[in-house]
């Protein structure tokens, strides 16, 4: 079985529709087009010396001096646009508590893509081999931790914050 298609040649692109008004002007701007352009490559030839057949060989700087020999200079000003001032926050840098926590999370994260099961072994020697980066102790038997004394100072604040707690306490027994 073959598939056949006739074809009439009869395809043709449907031509643009405009109204007579629409045509009368848009023929008006191609004439008044044709004319400017005529006037600039009168004035580049007279400018320059040489021939020009099309405004296309006519090189730009002296395309601009033509184009101003027969308009005169134009000002250009780009419209001015004035936007409100931005608030701007300041640089507050981060505390240790969060750059370590933050880092903990990221190791914990590739330490877990990298191995599968067992990872606790990797995320340990990870750990220890630099503890002053991660924030942690490892030492934690000692409550005063020489290599990072951040753990003290978090020692200190549940301390300090058992203590208020009693005192609260205190208050509302009595």
Known sequence: MQLTLNLDGDVRPRPLLRTPEQEASFQNLLTTLRAETQQILEAAISLSGQLFSSLVEVPTPLL??????????TSTTSPSIVLPPRKTRGYRPWSLKAKYGL?????????????????????????????????????????????????????????????????????SAL
Request: proline fraction near 5%; glycine fraction near 2%; charged fraction near 30%.
């Open 103 to 171: 880092r903990c999370r990221r190791l914990m994260e590739r330490v877990r893509k990298r191995t599968s099961l067992w990872f606790f072994e990797e995320l340990q020697t990870q750990v220890f081999t630099n503890p002053e980066y991660f924030g942690v102790c490892p030492l934690p038997s000692e409550t005063v931790c020489h290599c990072n004394p951040w753990q003290r100072l978090r020692w200190l604040q549940t301390e300090a914050a058992k203590h208020h707690e009693q005192e609260l306490r205190a208050q």
């Open 64 to 73: 601009a001096s033509a184009r101003e020999m027969v308009f005169g200079k």
